[in-house]
């Protein structure tokens, strides 16, 4: 195990973490943002399996948060306005009349405090920062560690860990987008997913929740048992078209042990499976990528790859039954998502 640090030329920080069996992660003092994630394929050929860009400076104002930790609140937040405590909180606007992913002073644009840390059975680094009351519009001066982690049996975990001295909303997750298939030489639509998961929530025009949650049985949203992306994503269902022809909608977890998400890349042989204490996830499908984002690998394409967003909903902002953002002044927040890596 062994984590290098690199100095780059705009003044941030690289992080390049590697275990014994020669996986590797990347991280980016700026935003956090994971732009490798290097994992064997059956044949043992080492490739990159997250988007990242061929250029820095388009991780400044990127519409796409390739890679990047997300906060306070991930996802939208109807109106950018909340009601807590019988006070109106107004947010940031950043997504037309709504905040998106903690508006435009996320934790994507954020310079991180980066302390890079090795053990006898684990290497990684520790992101800090001090968020200050109201910013963004939300309340509460917010402590923030959070820790990316890679062992020898290649598994890489997201440890997320916050505290405020003020009742306020938090929900964090990291906005990689994954493409087993290596360095993106194919889409993800042949990619075979399952979701421990019977429900999801419909969106509007403007992608915010309506507040109904509905069954996935019999919907290209029923992915409980595995199913080929490509199926979904070709769907003449109304969500499905209404999020531009692919999903970016949050899925409940049903409450078991197993893992929540399986994703495989057959060709490839490369696997995934995921872990979290998080209570959903959005899954979204690269939907909005197109040959103006220049990749390591080349111009993007629609569905070059998809974002596994584990959190929970925004939407209990404003509707009763989804899983709380709130978080109440001086209890911790800590929640964590593993990814284990493997071949088929």
């Not at 990047?68 to 807590?84: H, N, P, T, W, Y």
């Not at 022809?245 to 049903?254: L, R, T, V």
Request: aromatic share 10%; proline share 4%.
């Amino acid at each position: 195990m062994e984590v290098k640090e690199e100095l780059l030329p705009n003044g941030w920080k690289a992080f390049t973490v590697e275990n014994d069996s020669g996986m590797s992660i990347r991280a980016l003092n700026y935003g956090g943002i994971i732009t490798e994630i290097n994992v064997p394929d059956r044949r043992g050929t080492i490739e990159n399996v997250v988007l990242s860009y061929k250029k820095y400076e388009d991780y400044v104002e990127d519409p796409n948060y390739f890679g990047a930790l997300i906060g306070r609140v991930a996802g939208r937040v109807d109106g950018a306005s909340f009601l807590l405590n019988d006070e109106m909180y107004v947010l940031d606007t950043n997504d037309g009349d709504n905040s998106l992913h903690g508006g435009d002073q996320g934790f994507n644009k954020k310079i991180w405090n980066a302390a890079p840390f090795q053990t006898t059975s684990a290497a990684g680094v520790e992101f800090t920062l001090e968020i200050p009351d109201l910013e963004g519009g939300y309340p509460g001066s917010l402590s923030v560690k959070i820790t990316y982690q890679l062992t020898n049996h290649n598994q890489f975990s997201i440890d997320y860990q916050a505290i405020s001295d003020q009742d306020t909303a938090v929900t964090l997750t990291n906005h990689s987008y994954l493409n087993l298939s290596g360095n993106a030489k194919r889409t993800a639509r042949d990619h075979k997913m399952k979701i421990n998961s019977n429900q999801f929530v419909e969106l509007d025009e403007n992608l915010i929740p309506t507040g109904k949650i509905k069954s996935s049985e019999g919907t290209p949203f029923d992915l409980s048992k595995e199913s080929t992306l490509q199926t979904g994503l070709d769907s003449s269902h109304p969500q499905i078209q209404l999020a531009n022809d692919g999903f970016d909608h949050y899925f409940i977890f049903n409450e078991t042990e197993e893992e929540q998400v399986s994703l495989k890349d057959e060709e490839s042989g490369r696997a995934l499976r995921v872990y979290t204490n998080q209570p959903g996830m959005v899954l979204y499908t690269g939907n909005n990528l197109n040959s103006e984002h220049l990749l390591e690998s080349g111009p993007a394409q629609k569905h070059s790859g998809l974002c596994l967003e584990t959190q929970a909903s925004p939407a209990s902002l404003h509707h009763k039954g989804f899983p709380s953002i709130l978080l109440k002044a001086n209890e911790p927040y800590e929640k964590k998502t593993t990814f284990t890596f493997e071949t088929i």
